[in-house]
């Protein structure tokens, strides 16, 4: 028993250690977004002496905050939509329906997630710009999707890899097409890859900068991340309006990951374990 509970405290105390001092930034923010100026530089990790909600009500009324959330949200919803419906097909056709041609396809695939984003900033403005995308939604939901598909094919040709074979054996003995049988067999369990998915996707559309920063430039346009740049200049900042524009802009990632943390956790660990 005594060992047991060396052992326990051994593995515990650094991870306890390490959550702790993850936290700190966490809280900081969280508690700074309640302070007034004085109080963030006076006392940066105390509690506000008088807690308001005054940093709140500028960031989204007087500094267009509520602009920015709706970008966000409709980049990231039509972003993770369109990942999820590209990638779930072509994971099940990699994972299920795989021949010589569409391995090597898919290890293609896989390479692109390797290119940093840094190394195709410069040619996807040039390109994005004589379409016309630039400073529109549109042309930052697009490359998002080209982005974030690759690491979305992965995560499903994973999960329908580790499905049992006598489920479409079984679909097409009934005479089911390999379409029918994707539809009705193997998308219903499909869940918690997708799931995975859209976590994921969602996450990354919603806290992406760098390629907002590159393609959006009318403030009509931007997202919460470019957006809150907004608040810090270079001769004076806004501190406490730029904690509580954080602040909200936790909330949606957190809610996210929190209602669907099972399923995504499942849909990780699909195919790891034979």
């Known amino acids: 028993m005594i060992a047991y509970r060396l052992r326990a405290a051994v593995l515990v105390g650094p991870l306890a250690v390490l959550t702790a001092l993850t936290m700190v930034p966490f809280v900081w923010v969280v ?12 006392s940066p990790l105390g509690l506000p002496q008088n807690w308001t909600w005054v940093n709140f009500v500028t960031v989204w009324t ?34 299920k329906l795989a021949t010589r041609l569409t391995d090597r396809l898919f290890y293609l695939l896989l390479f692109t997630i390797t290119l940093p984003i840094e190394a195709i900033v410069v040619p996807v403005f ?13 042309g930052l939901v697009l490359i998002l999707v080209a982005t974030g598909t690759p690491l979305g094919v992965f995560i499903t040709r994973s999960f329908f890899r580790d ?13 089911a097409s390999d379409w029918r049988t994707f539809l009705s067999v193997m998308l219903p369990l499909a869940k918690p890859a997708l799931l995975a998915v859209a976590v994921f996707s969602f996450l990354a ?32 900042s806004d501190y406490g309006a730029l904690f509580a524009g954080i602040v909200l802009a936790m ?10 943390q099972r399923s995504f956790t499942r849909g990780l660990l699909a195919g790891s374990v034979k």
């Open 126 to 138: 040039y390109q994005f710009r004589s379409m016309g995308l630039v400073d529109t939604r549109l």
């Open 163 to 175: 499905l049992p074979d006598s489920l479409a054996e079984a679909a097409k003995i009934d005479g």
């Open 251 to 260: 909330i949606p990632s957190i809610l996210v990951y929190v209602f669907l």
């Open 62 to 95: 007087s500094g267009g905050f509520a602009g920015y959330f709706v970008n966000s949200l409709v980049v990231a919803v039509a972003a993770t939509a369109l990942i999820v419906l590209v990638a779930c097909p072509a994971g099940y056709v990699f994972g």
């Open 31 to 42: 508690l700074s977004a309640f302070k007034d100026e004085g109080e963030i530089f006076g």
């Open 205 to 236: 559309a919603w806290n992406e900068y760098l390629l907002a920063l590159l393609l959006l430039f009318d403030d009509t346009a931007r997202t919460i991340p470019v957006g809150l740049t907004q608040f810090q200049g270079q001769y004076s």
